[in-house]
């Protein structure tokens, strides 16, 4: 009943109906061209101001950590954007009630709310090296602050238990460490998963349009280069 519960409230703010699709950037394989992102994002959004300094130090990041073990991507992943970012509510730092910022829109606010973050370590990791089923953008319950929350998990063998990157701590933790967290669904590019209680069991793909598809859409705006779905 809980999980029910939480499933719909978590929806209705998410916009679930509209997420699930588009999910997978399926091989980050293409160059970033971080002269042409800076122009770029410098048009749409105007001086980057700090936000220059921020998004050079993320490039300098995966220039030099990428040869790391996959633990040690995450740990510098996980620090870098919690050190980097500071938490702001979508409706105080965008004025909506839900906004999906790309990685570059975070870096140039220095701030973001919980899947900001998520999505940015997200990005960083695929383009790091780490494969798409490694990683799942999870929905929790935070049981402290009684609110829905937003991680990246990774799972380091498909029955693995999960590791949490989560920007209310820099420590990496498996999930079984995280009582503080009940797990509700998590999704990636190959479909989207009941967790926690429920088992670990897919339960849809992500193949309609979805608020995924509109951080896509803005990161190859900002000159980042077109990946297919599949």
Known sequence: MAITWLLKTTARRVGLAVLLGGLLLGGLHADWDFSEISRKSQALYGPLGAGKGRIDAWQNLMATQSQGSELQRLQVVNQFFNHQMRYVEDIDLWHEVDYWATPIQSLIKGAGDCEDYAIAKYFSLRRMGIPSEKLRITYVKALRQNRAHMVLTYYSSPQAQP????????????????????????????????????????????????RWQDVLKKMQAEGFPAEPVY
Do not use: C, H
């Open 163 to 210: 590791l949490v990157l989560d920007s209310l701590m820099d420590a990496i933790k498996p999930a079984s460490q995280r009582t503080d967290l009940l797990p509700v669904y998590a999704f990636n590019g190959e479909g989207l998963w009941l967790t926690g209680a429920a088992g670990n069991k897919k339960v849809g793909d992500t193949k309609r349009l979805s």
